[in-house]
């Protein structure tokens, strides 16, 4: 299926017309065209991706850390909380690992996995038969048409909050994921990684207040025996990278520690 996925869901990034796929081309009714990308993806950012965006390097070893079952437990708590959505969005997509859980989990669904990083588009465009993969900046307006998901996820990614409001429809849910402070505590005091920061939670709760209503939190956690390789890849599969990634490390017992919040939009 791929970009055929998003059929009715995306918009021009130009005019905010309905885009539509055909073959190598999305275009809308006034004339704007994009091309598709020959793996599979649409690249609606309209310019070069940011230099914070994941890089190839980042990419593979998040591909990999996800690969060995590390946030499971995480995916299960989504699907659980997902259950009869259609349309899905999942913003800050990466590989497309996330999105293509619940879609297994949610017969008959389709969904969208928007990220600024082409590289992690790239990976995505592979990750399921029902998802989509679009490259676009998820502060800006997102290239979605209004009202046309059920649900909107968002695991560690940046929150439009506002545009995630305009993408859902009535009766639509948004769930966020964020790290708790004991998240892979070790590995962060160890290597000297970047902090959780103690507000987070307050922050998170009032940016969200002008347009969704909290509805829940659920903590999600499982222990993590994390071989050298592991601990290697969790480091450089987030911003830590672009300080490095120590060679010499070690295995080490670690923890996923999240917070799952449910939000219903305010209308």
Not at 17 to 40: I, K, N, Y
Not at 84 to 89: D, E, K, N, P, Q
Request: glycine content about 8%; charged content about 20%.
């Amino acid at each position: 299926m791929g970009l055929d996925a998003a059929r009715g869901l995306l918009a021009c990034p130009v005019c905010a017309g309905a885009l539509t796929v055909e073959g190598p081309t999305a275009s809308c009714p006034q004339g704007h065209a994009f091309d598709v990308a020959r793996q599979g993806h649409l690249n609606l950012l309209g310019a070069a991706q940011p230099a914070n965006a994941d890089t190839v390097a980042m990419v593979e070893a998040r591909s990999r850390v996800l690969a060995s079952g590390a946030f499971d437990a995480v995916d299960a708590a989504l699907a659980r909380r997902a259950a009869g959505s259609r349309t899905v969005l999942d913003v800050g997509g990466g590989t497309g690992h996330h999105l293509a859980r619940l879609l297994d989990a949610l017969p008959g669904s389709r969904g969208v996995s928007l990220d600024v990083s082409v590289p992690a588009a790239r990976r995505a465009a592979k990750a399921h038969e029902r998802a989509a993969s679009v490259v676009a900046d998820a502060w800006g307006t997102l290239p979605l048409r209004a009202r046309r998901f059920d649900l909107v996820t968002c695991l560690f990614a940046p929150r439009n909050l506002a545009e995630f409001a305009r993408v859902l429809g009535d009766g639509g849910l948004l769930l966020v994921v964020t790290p708790d402070p004991e998240h892979l505590a070790s590995v962060r005091e160890r290597y000297g990684l970047l902090g959780i920061e103690s507000d987070k939670d307050d922050r998170l709760l009032r940016s969200a207040s002008a347009q969704f209503q909290a509805i829940g939190r659920h903590r999600v956690r499982s222990s993590l025996a994390a071989d050298a390789d592991l601990v290697r890849d969790l480091i450089a599969m987030g911003p830590n990278a672009f300080h490095g990634v120590p060679q010499d490390v070690e295995a080490i017992e670690t923890r996923v520690a999240v917070s799952l919040w449910l939000f219903r939009p305010l209308r």
